[in-house]
């Protein structure tokens, strides 16, 4: 069975320093791995996924991700964060195209200014 | 692109009372999910089907919750009779490959 364990339930930093929200997962297969944001009062948006090319994942507003299976993690980072990075952050795991999509608890972020 | 319609937008009803959700997916996208997502929480999906045909629906409450999606297309998610603990947005999704994308949800308040 696949899981999704987010490790913070909420992050705080400030504006201009790094942003680390951490995922580990588990799946008997190599599975593809996404990250959703979520701002208040608004739909889910992709931020960016994983399907088995290269590891380190670029994606929309400066985030990236990296795919390490050795330890079953997939962490969000940003070089340095802005405020309207404040929102909820969903890391996502499904095994093929056609199998069920599995969100995490998520972590909510803040930004101090 | 018009996006996944979702409607009503907000839903207010008493406990024990039905009510019915109604998505219209992408044009072309294969496969809808119904999640719901209380509040602080993350989405969990209830179901999950490939045009007309459920893929996956264990955590879906079949004593009060049912989902049907005729033809493959516009899907309906229902609850009779529901809980105070039915509060929360349903959110429907579609995708045709990967990516999904999301409708803006109907946010459901029992009383």
């Known amino acids: 069975a696949q899981s999704v364990t987010q490790l913070d339930s909420h992050v705080s930093v400030s504006e201009g320093t790094p942003v680390l929200l951490r995922c580990n997962y588990s799946s008997s297969y190599s599975p593809s791995l996404f990250w959703y944001v979520q701002h208040p009062n608004k739909g889910l948006q992709l931020l960016l996924k994983y399907t088995s090319a290269a590891t380190l994942v670029k994606g929309i507003n400066g985030f990236e991700a990296e795919f390490k299976k050795s330890e079953t993690s997939f962490h969000l980072t940003k070089p340095s964060a802005h405020m309207s990075d404040a929102a909820e952050y969903f890391c996502v795991v499904r095994k093929t195209s056609y199998d069920k999509v599995i969100f995490g608890p998520g972590t909510s972020l803040s930004v101090i200014p | 692109e018009a996006g996944v319609a979702q409607s009503p937008r907000y839903k207010i009803i008493e406990k024990r009372q039905s009510v019915a959700f109604w998505c219209n997916p992408i044009s072309g996208h294969a496969t809808l999910y119904w999640y719901q997502q209380i509040l602080g929480q993350g989405p969990k999906l209830l179901i999950q089907?490939?045009?007309?045909?459920?893929?996956?629906d264990s955590q879906l409450p079949k004593d009060r919750f049912s989902a049907e999606r005729l033809k493959g297309v516009d899907s309906t998610l229902k609850i009779q009779p529901a809980k105070l603990e039915d509060s929360a947005v349903y959110l429907c999704?579609?995708?045709?490959?990967?990516?999904?994308?999301f409708g803006s949800g109907t946010q459901l308040s029992v009383l």
């Open positions: 999704a579609s995708s045709l490959h990967e990516k999904l994308f």
């Open positions: 089907f490939q045009n007309n045909g459920v893929v996956d």
